[in-house]
């Protein structure tokens, strides 16, 4: 995309709402900035819809500002809570049928490719436990399979959360929810490792507990992807609504859950991934 694309054309600058403006004089697009700037610019996501507390939420807002060329993606979601904030957005972004998300993305990312052949454009597909690991699965799976040049990320909130709070592939064993009384009776899809596996050439699973570690890995999935293959980040996001927590001790949840290491880290690179890696970090 041409940076002008969003700029006020000369003479509507007093007509145009005060967001637009403030977006695009006080923005990311065409600028350096991360983490580490939050609070110093107008972010991509700001008002939303979703519970207080979610700890959804809180991960959009830091994927969108550790996407290296925000200006230059474009999102595709689908049907789950991820898909309510969707509508406050700055960004391009697409709402799939539910779990089709990466069926679309790859029809987009090649598509893009052959419009803009001299030009990165990134895709990312974005969706909770039953768009990525259990009705999506299929379509995600092969987008992986096939070697598709975009990065998958899930929204792993452990549970259908916008549908009642039944039990996902994602639950941790033995979870009880209100759609499951009596606690769910196998183990939490090893996803990381399903993505390694499948193809990707870079797997990670994170936490929101700790911003530029999570803008770290967000941003060489996103890299990556370009240049070598399909990526996958899995960020825990804890349901106060479901779990029946305080909405004032997700982030605490969050921290708890890795420290006892119920919610583990990972990270897998492949070789090829390494040496990019190496490049892009020297470079940088």
């Known amino acids: ?21 403030d977006l695009v004089n006080d923005g990311p697009f065409g600028k350096k900035l991360g983490v580490k700037d939050l609070g110093t610019f107008k972010e991509l996501l700001e008002e939303h819809p979703l519970c207080a507390g979610c700890g959804l939420a809180l991960s959009k807002r830091l994927i969108l500002a550790s996407l290296p060329s925000p200006e230059n993606t474009v999102i595709v979601g689908t049907t789950g809570c991820s898909s309510l904030s969707f509508a406050q957005v700055a960004i391009h972004n697409i709402h ?11 029809g987009l990312k090649r598509a893009l490719e052959i419009r803009f052949p ?27 399979f096939r070697g598709e040049k975009f990065t998958t990320i899930m929204f792993d909130n452990e549970a259908y959360a916008n549908t009642g709070g039944q039990e996902s592939g994602m639950s941790q064993k033995g979870a009880v929810l209100n759609m ?8 939490k899809l090893p996803m990381p ?4 596996d499948a193809g990707c050439v870079y797997s990670a699973s994170v936490t929101p507990a700790r911003p530029k570690r999570l ?23 804890p349901c106060p609504t479901n779990y029946k927590f305080k909405p004032s001790e997700s982030l605490k949840r969050t921290k708890d859950m890795e420290k006892s290491g119920a919610y583990q880290i990972k990270e897998y690179i492949s070789p090829a991934a390494e040496e990019l890696i190496k490049k892009f970090e020297e470079e940088k």
Not at 193 to 196: D, N, P, Q
């Open 1 to 21: 995309m041409n940076n002008k694309i969003y700029e006020i054309s000369p003479g509507f600058e007093e007509i145009m709402p005060k967001d637009y403006r």
């Open 96 to 106: 799939s049928i539910f779990g089709n998300q990466n069926a679309v993305a790859t």
């Open 118 to 144: 001299d030009k990165t454009k990134d895709v990312v597909a974005m969706g909770g436990d039953g768009a990525i690991g259990d009705i999506g699965l299929g379509m995600v799976m092969h987008s992986w």
């Open 180 to 187: 499951a009384p009596t606690g769910k009776k196998y183990a």
């Open 193 to 196: 490792e399903i993505a390694r």
């Open 215 to 237: 803008e770290k890995m967000v941003r060489r999935a996103v890299i990556l992807a370009r240049k070598l293959g399909p990526t996958y980040i899995q960020i825990y996001c």
